[in-house]
């Protein structure tokens, strides 16, 4: 944890309410997020109990799966959920506007300028908790390798038609929430963790009615108090006030109120799969139905308080402006949407269990190329996130106090002024170690030359100033100019070309050869997984 | 079995040697994988298998991890064969090498490799030779420091070559990710593990050697360092306890810093121990008798002897580094050095010590007056590193109280399936070594 984070901290603990840890917002929030809260059975990593899905937070959908262990009804469920989700991802894949890439030439082998489509926007998940993230990968892991009787006529058990889609799409989504900065997919824990700093652990910080206790208590209540009352409070019946933002439940639920409500409708079931006659099977239709509604308002119950958390949460992210930059970081995400998109109009097979080597290497390179960006943009975007930087003596603002024009040597000089920048900060500065300070959007690097007093310290600029003699007007500071440099650089190189599968090398075991060409099957279908 | 008095240390790692240079040059296989403790003779065993295999006539590219190991390797083989052509492929950064190679005639410097086509060696680094592209590869390849390449950095050079010879210390720090790479734990490729651990998971049947001689670590330090981090692939010291002598021309004022000296000069190993007390990283206390320690060493007039030569030669600054865990450490101990008007002492976080050598290191325990334990900080390649870069005395600068922190904090870090788990686990090897430094204790209240 940084010193800065440390203070915040503290200082909440303090003042007993969250303290902000950032001025602007670093993620971007979509118009219309489609909020998802999932509950799953104890016991059962993979079995859903219900939902509260959609992107109105007055007309939540609720799913149910009464009986979570059967699995025709939890089929039922996944088509339910898919019949939400995907035409909330299809209305964004509709909607297009043109955008250059550079691709590889086949032919020539050379980079060229490529016309493509780039959805205008794309959609967004948010769940309540990181937990609610890998609940996303497990259903997509889960479903991308089913097949629909359509596909496969001769499968023992068909999923319904739009399942394996939407398997492959919640695998997208999962895979997309591991690159920093990314918001396909956000747990809003993370992202308000992100915002404000509480006096509570990091940890703690993961059950999101004791979080928005910190950043938003009630009325004179203390935030410590606040959130000690969302995470043990309970009512007459000894159920949470608060109950957790799931996918898992509160033991004192499952015992006391799902189970006997599970039970009995197990029971009406069996009943009326044993009706002698039409006005016996009316009767216990009557009561099965009966059983179900009750299954259905205790997961309506259990998932509300935290459906509405998660919107006060988005209201309270809302209310800050956004970052500069992440209008970009959000122009990658499409960019991720659009070309998942084309692969399934193309008929790609769904993702692969495992990545290969080189899309492993590729995906690691990617995500460290994004985290570097991600620190170095939030830093610039907010004074706060920077001031924590200059904190740990990786930046350093000051004001200018003494510019002497200089060149460089050799055949053309180029201008090398030198700067002096007196400042409280204290950086970690080096011999000859490169800084950079951002002009109109693009970075402009120094090297440190040396102190000339107490918090005097002297740079040599190095770029950025054009191809002449003189220096171009506003690109060298001026005596009095308040300038911040970095010591980490503004933006990140491409990484190295990594090979093409098939020419993975020895050391790596290998091309992956024509066992990796097949389509790979659905899990088999093991005892454990008929009742 | 051999005896004590029979162990020629010498010969062992002659033999050690021999049999790396018959595989790398005559055998079969595609890889050839050497083991080295600290200070066993990696840059020279490097050199002169660059030598063998140029001999021979095969073209080598050398791969190393950062453009100091590049620039050192450059300057040792130009001085071991000054009549041998070497390229030194760089970056086109401004300052991508160390000037001194410009002094070097046979050394051919580019940014690009096809101007050192045809050159007998190639050496740069990891990063750098990722981007080149070739359509015959090289017949031969020596990748250096391969314990500390990552898995992904191999699998964008290793189209590079045909075979290779891979050389590290699996004692030294891991490399690391700035991301989570928990997705791919356990898969034999997994682009965050070292490169060895990768090439030895495909390809099983690759002969791996082992140097068995440290020639850096006095006959003090060997048996600690190699019990405690290389308990499966034991080394020695290649001098004896008689070989190696650290003196001092002023007498002890009596002083915590001066007592814990005094000790390690004698042993070899020296605790000053702070009373037990929670902390900030940048303990002002800590940081301060570290720099005193540093202070004290250089103005008792310290002289160190050794195999090496004839006469002791003077402790001298460059001759001392002060090791860290964190960065911000390092830079306090900078500036409390500064005050003390001491200079040219390398003060370094483990990451960058590692590969160096001095005659006295002066280390600031990683978990001295911490109130956790985490598993960075009870990482085994830190305090391996830490504790070996020495030749004659190291000295360790703690707040009392660690070992119980280390029975509060037992390693919690989860096992995946399919991954190797490392033995020792920093904890066992905490505990080792604060066991034996325990027996070199000086307490001290500043």
Known sequence: ?531 | MITEAAFDPGAAAARATEAILRDTVQGSHRGVVVDSPPGAGKSTLVVRAALELADAGRPLMVVAQTNAQVDDLVSRLAEKSPGLPVGRLHSSDADPYDKALDALPQVRKSAKAADLAGLPVVVSTAAKWAHVKVDEPWRHAIVDEAYQMRSDALLAVAGLFERALFVGDPGQLDPFALVGSEQWAGLSYDPSASAVTTLLAHNPELPQHRLPVSWRLPASAAPLVSDAFYPFTPFRSGTDHDDRRLSFAVPSDGSGPDRVIDEAALSGWGLLELPTRHTPRTDPEAVRAVATVVRRLLDRGGAAASERSAAAAPLTADRIAVGTAHRDQAAAVRAALAELGVADVAVDTANRLQGREFDVTVVLHPLSGRPDATAFHLETGRLCVLASRHRHACIVVCRAGVSDLLDDYPSTEPVQLGTLVKFPDGWEANHAVLARLAEHRVTWRP
């Open chain 1, 1 to 531: 944890m940084s010193l800065i984070s440390t203070l915040a901290r503290l200082e909440a603990v303090a003042t007993g309410r969250a303290q902000p840890t950032a001025t602007v917002r670093h993620r971007h929030l979509s118009e219309r997020p489609l909020v998802l809260v999932p509950l799953v059975t104890a016991g059962e990593a993979g079995a859903p109990l219900g939902a509260l899905v959609g992107t109105d937070r007055h007309a939540p959908t609720l799913l149910v799966v009464p009986q979570p262990r059967d699995r025709d009804l939890r089929f039922a469920f996944l088509a339910e959920l898919a019949d939400v989700v995907l035409p909330y991802v299809d209305e964004y894949a509709e909607a297009v506007e043109a955008a250059e890439r550079s691709e590889t030439d086949p032919e020539t082998g050379k980079r060229v300028k490529v016309e493509v489509e780039l959805c205008a926007d794309a959609p967004q998940l948010i769940v309540p908790s990181r937990a609610g993230l890998d609940f996303v990968r497990l259903l997509g892991r889960s479903m991308r390798f089913r097949r629909t009787a359509e596909q496969d006529p001769e499968t023992p058990h068909p999923a319904p038609p739009r399942v394996p889609l939407l398997g492959r799409w919640l695998t997208h989504f999962g895979e997309r929430s591991r690159v920093p900065g990314s918001a396909l997919l956000l747990a809003l824990t993370e992202v308000l963790g992100r915002h404000w700093a509480t006096g509570q652990s990091s940890l703690e910080d993961q059950h999101l009615g004791a979080l928005l206790a910190w950043i938003d208590p009630p009325q004179g209540v203390p935030g410590a108090e606040a959130a000690l009352r969302a995470e043990l409070g309970r009512d007459a019946d000894g159920q949470l006030l608060c109950p957790p933002a799931g996918p898992a439940t509160d033991p004192a639920f499952d015992n006391k109120l799902l189970a006997p409500a599970i039970e009995r409708y197990d029971r009406a079931r069996t009943a009326l799969a044993t009706a002698e006659d039409g006005l016996e099977a009316d009767d216990r239709l009557g009561e099965l139905t009966a059983a179900e509604r009750a299954i259905r308002a205790l997961v309506a119950d259990a998932t509300r308080p935290t459906w509405d958390k998660v919107w006060d949460g988005l209201e309270l992210l809302r209310a800050l402006p956004e970052g500069a930059h992440v209008e970009e970081r959000w122009t990658r995400d499409r960019w991720s949407f659009t070309a998942h998109r084309d692969r399934v109009l193309a008929g790609e097979p769904p993702q692969p269990r495992r990545d290969d080597a080189v899309t492993a290497a590729g995906k690691l390179a990617a995500r460290e190329r994004e985290q570097a960006r991600l620190e170095a943009q939030e830093a610039l975007d907010d004074p706060l996130v920077m001031a924590g930087r200059r904190l740990a003596g990786e930046a350093f603002a000051g004001e200018v106090t003494d510019v002497v024009m200089a060149y460089s040597e050799g055949r053309r000089p180029s201008p090398r002024p030198l700067v002096t920048v007196c400042t409280d900060d204290l950086p970690y500065l080096g011999e000859r170690v490169k800084v950079h300070r951002s002009l109109g959007g693009k970075p402009q690097a120094a090297e440190f030359v040396g102190y000339e007093g107490e918090g005097l310290l002297v740079l040599r600029i190095l770029d950025r100033m054009g191809r002449g003699k003189e220096p171009e007007a506003g690109s060298v500071p001026e005596k009095g100019d308040l300038i911040c440099f970095t010591l980490f650089e503004h933006d990140q190189r491409g990484g190295a070309k990594l090979p093409d599968p098939e020419h993975t090398p020895w050391t790596h075991g290998g091309p992956p050869g024509e066992a990796a060409a097949l389509p790979e099957a659905a899990d088999p279908v093991t005892e454990e997984d008929l009742l």
